[in-house]
Every structure is written in structure tokens, then in C-alpha cells.
């Protein structure tokens, strides 16, 4: 077996299956946005971790030590937000090339952690520092609590749910190829922003589990193919998307035309957008239309679950349904 | 201000003084072996974050994927033993330069890490996979809990306290030294075990503390002076240790001796020793003593907390005292 055959998310299911937990004491191990424990009769305690390694999930010249600090938690809120959850406190282990890092970056970085976690209300418990060397490598584990009964994962859709996402598709991943061809960020910042600096969606999270709405729910990190496939696989559906509905902002639509970027494929197999994809059964559509005015974020109808096949189906704009590949992106493999 | 004249403590400190926690339920955040959270009426929770990367903490040619599995984990046992709390449960993040590095070396990894984990009775819960080009990164966060009044702290001793340490010491700073010059492993794999695959000593801080005893507790990763520079500076005294007193096993003796190790530099600032360092008000040192008979393990008295005077102070031989600085290791600066 070698990591190349296996992908990132094979050896995520090697390990799953390899290390099965065997604690009543754990309700989900690995394998959902956050590992839920039982901890009190009516709490969960929550716990997950992300971690950005230089070179691989960023750039020094690209962005700076605020926005990374900001973006840093932002993926680990993202999860929390994934199950319903409400952030507690977080590490943060850093590897540091101290000859090459000025300490105002890692400065700067704490102040970005720190401002987003205060926003937040969440606090920083914890850590460890050294020597790296080379490369700047960051991982950061977020606790958080929820109701036991509110607490929603990946798995529970069921036939014939309205397929939801929050805010807007593609627009990290136009960022980061924007970043990538070196093209100027002025009249685009918006672009820019939601790549190197995303904000999670934890209070919309929060209020959906709240209202009881999402029967399954999961953050797009690795595009929208890919998540709403692990979302899939944990409830045994298929799904229909329909490619009108995607929700792509006039600023995305406006700058991949000007750049030559296919949209579709940004939206659908883009990642980073740290958007909340989740399923409704029908009758509580209105709610959750009700909700995304209250919280002043879209939440885009965008297809269903179905039963009777596996995998996702794509609907284009002539009604012609074709199943697709969920790409992504995938460590250890060449894409 | 730059990372070399700030240091790894300084560091910590910088980050401590400038963030600190606000949030009623954070009992103790940054500056104790793990950070403590308030969670329900008598439970808090601890939670400890450490890190190995290679090149810095362990060398690949050294060790093998089982034994550094246990490490990565073990040392971060150690943290929530020196707490006097029972681990729960841990996500892993691994950075992995998956060209260099064979998969049949992370798989053994993940077999020494769990199998330590099931002996103490850990979860794995989660984590994180991504490709890291050049070094392999190991960040494990521990989970653990414990009553709340229970707790053991760096801070609480009292002026006269008894200081004790479990185990032996100088042993894991002599098995790196052996392995760095290439002498071999055989007739002594007991003192290269003591370094590539510390026994974390989580019973024994879970006893010391249900009986109350230790006021003040501390693992010993950095080396015994350092780290007991840490207890003292959160616990506003001074130390007195008596040399003759240090435990050192035979085969230290022995093979510090056959090689030219200085055994008292090993011992004082050796470090990774992984062993518990106490502070017990001295009416309970039988009971310190009785405990020590039933875990078969030796607690020896090192020494007094004192008070009038900073800092650590040495008792030779001779009965001669003087200071001495607390050397260990420390990231970013040079020793």
C-alpha cells in the first residue's frame, strides 16, 4: 500500500476502520466534521482538528500573519459550526523556521488568531512552540459543547431532502487561482478575502441544529463535490444537483468570465469556501427560508437526495441528468 | 524582539501575558502542564497539545514507527499525569513527506500510538492527514478529565515542602547522547528505551493526587531544573536539592561512567525524562512512601521548597550550597 494509491481520504478510512473507538463514552470517532463525546447526561463535548502546513495549504507571499492567524481557526470553527456546535476554547502547536519568520509575523498571527477567536467567544487554552526548520506548520484543535439531541452529522439525510448550501460557491477557489496567476487584488478584495481568510458559519450552524432543520449536515472544506459525496456515504443516498441553482455572486460570475475560469468547475470541485452544506426534509423549506433572512445569508436550494443510486447527478441547464466523479481536493494525490 | 532572545519560555510567556484567557469557565489557561475548564458542577476538563517533528525531536534512522507512535503519544499522557487527571481521548494531526516516507512506517506508527492508548485506556478520536514535503509533523492534543478538586497544579507548594521525583533520572538524555554518537544499543536497550519510548507515569499522578498529596506537580519533559524553575516561579519560591539525593539507577552509573557523561549534568538538565516532580508538605511523606511501595516505583525526596530566596540551590557533597541556573532545553535558543 502506498499513500499515493490510498489518497488522503482512503488513509482517513485505513485508520477509521483500522482503530475502531471502543468507548461507549464516544458517540462518533473519526469520520464526521468533529469527534462527539459523552460527557454530562444532556452535554456533548466536541473536538476537532485542522491543521495548515506552508507550502501545502498556504504561502507566505500570498498572504500575512493575520489573515493566516484569522483563517487558521476559521477551518476549525468551520467544523464545530458543521455539527451545530458551539465553540469552547483551542491549541495551537507551531512549528516555526525562526531564522526565517520574523517574530512580527507570529505576532501578527496570534492577533488574527486571537481577534476572530474574541468575535467568537472562544479562547485560546493552550499550545506548544519549537524549531521547524523550513516550514511554517500550524495545527490548531478547537473544543466545543452541544445538546446531545441537537448535535447534527454527516449521516441521517433521507430520501427525497432538499439539498442546502449557505452564502456563495467557488469564490475561495477563484481567490486562490487569482493568487496563483499573480493578478492584481484591487476592485476583487472580496475574492481575495474569502480564500485567505474565510468566515465560518457558526452562529447559522448553531441556529439551524437549534430549529431542529438539518437532518445532515457538513462544511464545504474540500469542494462541493467531495464534501456532499462524505455526506452521502454516511447516509447511503445518491443525490441530484441541479447546476442552475448553484449560487455563484455577480462579483465570481463577473471575474471568472474576465480571467477565463470555468465557474461550474470552481463552484462544484473548487473547495475552501467553509459553506454549510446540509439537507431539510421538504415541508421545513419555508423555515429555513425564514432563517436565511434572519441571519442575512443565502441558503441555496440546490438539488436532493435520492435513493435507488449512489453518487451525484448532475442536471444541467437543458434537464439532462449525467452522474459526475466527486473531485476534490485530495492530499497524496496527484489531481 | 526576535525569537532568540525570547526563547521557547519567553516566548509562552509573550503569548501568555498578551492573550489572556477571560472567559469565567477557563480555570487555568496558558502555564500549567495542561489547561483546565470548568465543565460541570465537580468535573473539569484538561487539555494538552505537544508536538514531535522531525529533525528537532526525534531523527527517523533513530527510532521506528511504533516506538515514535508511543511517543508522540506518551509525552502528552505525561502532561495530564502531572495534572493528576485520567486521560480521555486524542486527535492527531501528522504532516507526512508521503515521497520519502513509507506508508508501512505510519501504519506501525498508529499501532504503537494505539496500543498505548488501549493500555491506558485513550480513544483515538480524529485528526488531521496532509502531505508536508520535506519533515514528518506530529501534533497530538490530549484530552482528559479529573474533579475538580483534585486538580494538581504547578503553583501551591509551601515553604518546606518536600520535593519528590518518581523514577530515575538522566536516563532519556543518556539514550539520546548514546544514539547521537552511534554506540549500540545492546546490553543497555533499557536507557535508549528510556528516550525513544517514555513510560508516562499516569496511575501514579492519578494516586498521588485522589490522596492528596502532591500541593504542587510537574512532568519533568525539559529537564529537572528547568521545569522545576517552572514550579517555582508559579509558586513564588526557591529550592533547595541535595545531589547525593538524585535517584540514578546503576545502569546509568555504569554506562555514564563507560562513556564520559558528566551523570549530574545528565540528571539536572538532561531532560525527556518524563518522570512526575512534587512538592508534599512534609507530615505526608510516609504516605508518599507507602504510595511509592505500591506502584513499585520510587518516589525519592530531592530536596525543600524555600523561602527568602529565588531560584534553585544546589547542596554538594561537601554540604556546600550555592545556585545554579536552570538549564534545559529550550527552542529557538541556542544551549
Wanted: charged fraction near 25%; include cysteine.
Amino acid at each position: 500500500m502506498d499513500f499515493s494509491e490510498l489518497g488522503e481520504f482512503g488513509f482517513i478510512d485505513w485508520i477509521r476502520c483500522s482503530y475502531p473507538s471502543s468507548s461507549p463514552s464516544v458517540i462518533k470517532g473519526i469520520g464526521d466534521d468533529a469527534a462527539v463525546l459523552s460527557f454530562s447526561n444532556d452535554l456533548v463535548l466536541l473536538i476537532t482538528t485542522d491543521q495548515l502546513i506552508e507550502g501545502f495549504h498556504f504561502r507566505l507571499g500570498e498572504t500575512d500573519g493575520e489573515k493566516l492567524g484569522r483563517k487558521a481557526l476559521a477551518v476549525n470553527l468551520s467544523d464545530i459550526a458543521a455539527m451545530g456546535g458551539y465553540p469552547i476554547g483551542y491549541t495551537v502547536s507551531l512549528g516555526i523556521p525562526s531564522k526565517r519568520i520574523p517574530f512580527d509575523f507570529v505576532d501578527s498571527f496570534y492577533r488574527g488568531l486571537t481577534a476572530l477567536g474574541e468575535m467568537i467567544g472562544v479562547e485560546l487554552l493552550g499550545g506548544d512552540t519549537s524549531e521547524s526548520g523550513d516550514r511554517l506548520f500550524i495545527s490548531i484543535t478547537l473544543l466545543g459543547k452541544a445538546l446531545k439531541n441537537k448535535v447534527v452529522y454527516r449521516a441521517g439525510g433521507q430520501e427525497g431532502d432538499l439539498i442546502y448550501v449557505s452564502g456563495w460557491l467557488g469564490e475561495a477557489a477563484l481567490g486562490f487561482h487569482l493568487l496563483e496567476k499573480g493578478i492584481s487584488k484591487k476592485g476583487k478584495e472580496n475574492i481575495f478575502f474569502r480564500y485567505l481568510c474565510p468566515i465560518p458559519r457558526v452562529k447559522e450552524g448553531q441556529l439551524l441544529a437549534e430549529k431542529n432543520l438539518p437532518r445532515a449536515m457538513i462544511d464545504i472544506s474540500d469542494g462541493l463535490l467531495a464534501d456532499l459525496n462524505h455526506l452521502l456515504e454516511q447516509s447511503g443516498l445518491g443525490a441530484e444537483i441541479e447546476l442552475s441553482r448553484l449560487p455563484l455572486s455577480p462579483d465570481f460570475q463577473l471575474w471568472t468570465k474576465e480571467y477565463g475560469f470555468d465557474p461550474l468547475s470552481l463552484a462544484l470541485e473548487g473547495g475552501e469556501d467553509y459553506e454549510l452544506l446540509f439537507c431539510v426534509a421538504p415541508e421545513k423549506s419555508k423555515e429555513v427560508e425564514k432563517l436565511s433572512q434572519e441571519v442575512s445569508l443565502p441558503f441555496t436550494c440546490i438539488g436532493k437526495l435520492i435513493r435507488g443510486t449512489k453518487g451525484i447527478w448532475i442536471k444541467d441547464a437543458k434537464g439532462v441528468i449525467a452522474p459526475v466523479l466527486p473531485k476534490g481536493y485530495n492530499h497524496f494525490k496527484s489531481r
